[in-house]
């Protein structure tokens, strides 16, 4: 997924734009700095877009994106997207339990995305998956304009989470959000 995730958006933008953090070289206080850089960095004409790849955890009071050391938490999610200058940056968070983060995190200068619709749905997700394949995808350009939207990636991943659940004959664990 962050191989794929990657590649789709250096081609959105310059490559020098797209950074990745991965396993052990991240920390809570890492991604922070970041951030507050990037926010220093950007004007009210860029936009963000920031993917969260991994495992979340809600205790039920606290949603908590997994990484190594202190997790990054809800509360860092909303202070993150609310310092970003300008509007329309999107936040795809592809983990477990991170529709919880909906309230949280809802306003109308950014797109939430989240794979699943409540802090309950704790399992391991599909939608990652997906949402990564639409973004690579032209099958994802619904209206054939040689561009893949916020939309057409989610309705894609959408889609291949509810194919996924019916060909295996489960109940969905997962159901994807978006704000």
């Known amino acids: 997924q962050r191989h794929t995730i990657r590649e789709a958006s250096e081609k959105m933008t310059d490559a020098t734009l797209v950074t990745t953090f991965s396993g052990d070289e991240v920390s809570r206080e890492e991604l922070l700095v970041h951030f507050a850089d990037l926010t220093e960095r950007m004007s009210e ?6 993917y969260l790849i991994g495992h979340g955890s809600y205790d039920g009071e606290q949603y908590k994106f997994n990484i190594p050391g202190l997790d990054l938490t809800d509360t860092d999610l909303a202070d993150i997207m609310a310092s970003l200058p300008g509007q329309n940056h999107f936040l795809v968070n592809t983990s477990s339990a991170s ?13 939430i995305i ?3 619709r409540n802090g309950n749905e704790k399992n391991a997700t599909e939608f990652g998956n997906y949402f990564a394949e639409a973004l690579a ?7 054939k304009n040689d561009t893949i939207s916020i939309q057409e990636a989610f309705d894609y991943a959408e889609r291949g989470v509810t194919e996924f659940f019916e060909s295996q004959g489960k109940l969905a664990t997962e159901h ?3 704000r």
């Not at 004409?45 to 920031?50: L, N, S, V």
């Open 45 to 50: 004409e860029d936009r963000a877009a920031i």
């Open 99 to 111: 529709g919880v983060i909906l309230d949280s995190l809802e306003n109308d200068q950014y797109i």
């Open 176 to 178: 994807p959000q978006i």
């Open 137 to 143: 995808s032209t099958t994802a350009d619904i209206n």
């Open 114 to 116: 989240t794979a699943t």
